[in-house]
């Protein structure tokens, strides 16, 4: 089967899409080979954190007759250092390969043009493929965003999940929440959480709800990590009636207390992470984040209520929304909306929602996009 260009990168894009939940903190990275007269010869990914990359995946089944004059489709730069796996730029620099194209530079300085480098420096060509083709370059950023904004930014890639009716409430007034959306999105919504590195949510939804917040797809087993906001640290009087504490390893359940009114230590079923206050007592979100941070945490999934949503929000942390949306009406003046506690003076405050997404799950559909 010939390919074009265009037609191979998209093919490495879906292809590393098969890596999600399994790879973090490593980028989603997809690999298509073509043969010299640009037939498909093979396809590979990043599959699970600590194993072999795409490109060594896609090749290694592939003689060296095949690999004469071939041309290499990556989305991410081919890495030049050597980590938990061999520089894939040095195996693929000993290789009768004619071209290498790949997506993005990565953003990571022990990789950055030094991947190219290497292949150059052994004969074989190089093309960034968002430089000749701008077009792809939102779908392959989207592709590796958490990995990207760690390393551009230093800091923890944040998404905010919400379930709601068509008129915009996320539930009663009387805390009852389940169920808006319907089973699909629910086993999406899963699968979502496994992509993160952890789950996100605020005191009321743990006191209302008692969540359980573990990976419930048929396809994903995962042990996930929980991150709880309980600023006075009230739960942890209850913690052996909650799910969470239940369920989860206690090393992988972060609860976020204020550094001013505890000085509770790491206790039997979880990390306290003490983090700063804000003036109306509230907890500061950067520091929390920063906090998360320096646990080894680069993305988090925010699913608490209004209020934890509307903080996120207001803070200007929130990367990516994915919006559930059911054909349903609740109604207001039972109801809780997740915008409850956004205000705006004026139109051009609005939030503006980047390169947004629909897909359908039913009757429901499932908007999202980029916030920063």
């Known amino acids: 089967m010939k390919l074009f260009p265009e037609q191979a990168m998209k093919m490495a894009i879906q292809e590393a899409y098969k890596g999600a939940t399994r790879v973090s903190p490593n980028p989603l990275v997809g690999a298509v080979v073509l043969d010299a007269e640009g037939?498909?010869?093979a396809s590979g990914h990043h599959e699970f954190y600590g194993g072999p990359h795409a490109e060594v995946n896609a090749l290694k089944n592939l003689s060296i007759e095949q690999l004469r004059g071939a041309t290499v489709y990556v989305t991410l730069e081919p890495c030049a250092h050597e980590g938990k796996?061999?520089?894939c730029a040095k195996m693929m620099a000993k290789l009768p390969i004619k071209k290498v194209v790949f997506g993005l530079v990565d953003p990571n300085p022990l990789v950055a043009g030094q991947g190219a480098a290497i292949l150059q420096a052994a004969g074989i060509e190089t093309e960034v493929f968002s430089d000749a083709h701008p077009e792809f370059k939102n779908e392959l950023e989207e592709v590796c965003e958490a990995f990207l904004w760690n390393f551009r930014e230093k800091k923890v890639f944040v998404s905010l999940k919400i379930a709601q009716s068509l008129d915009g409430?996320?539930?009663l007034k009387t805390g009852e929440s389940k169920w808006i959306t319907n089973e699909k999105s629910r086993e999406y919504a899963h699968y979502l959480r496994a992509c993160y590195d952890a789950t996100l949510v605020g005191r009321g939804t743990v006191q209302h709800d008692n969540p359980s917040l573990n990976i419930r797809h048929p396809e994903i087993q995962k042990d996930n990590r929980v991150v709880v906001i309980d600023p006075s640290g009230t739960l942890l009087h209850e913690a052996s009636q909650l799910q969470i504490t239940r369920?989860?390893?206690?090393?992988?359940i972060f609860w976020c207390v204020s550094a001013v009114k505890n000085s509770s230590r790491d206790l039997p079923f979880a990390k306290i992470v003490k983090v700063q206050e804000n003036a109306d007592g509230s907890l500061n979100l950067e520091d929390l984040l920063q906090n998360l941070w320096?646990?080894?945490?680069?993305?988090?999934?925010?699913?608490?209520?209004?209020?934890?949503?509307?903080?996120?929000?207001?803070?200007?942390?929130?990367?990516?929304?994915?919006?559930?949306?059911a054909p349903v009406v609740v109604g207001a003046q039972g109801g809780r909306s997740w915008t409850e506690g956004i205000s705006i003076g004026e139109m051009r405050e609005r939030l503006q929602v980047k390169n947004p997404q629909t897909l359908s799950f039913g009757a429901d559909i499932l908007t999202t996009g980029r916030l920063a």
């Open 169 to 171: 409430q996320v539930g």
């Open 247 to 252: 369920l989860h390893k206690p090393e992988n």
């Open 85 to 87: 796996t061999p520089s």
């Open 39 to 41: 037939n498909f010869l």
């Open 294 to 325: 320096n646990h080894g945490l680069r993305s988090v999934m925010v699913e608490g209520g209004p209020l934890t949503a509307a903080n996120f929000l207001k803070a200007g942390l929130v990367n990516r929304l994915y919006i559930f949306t």
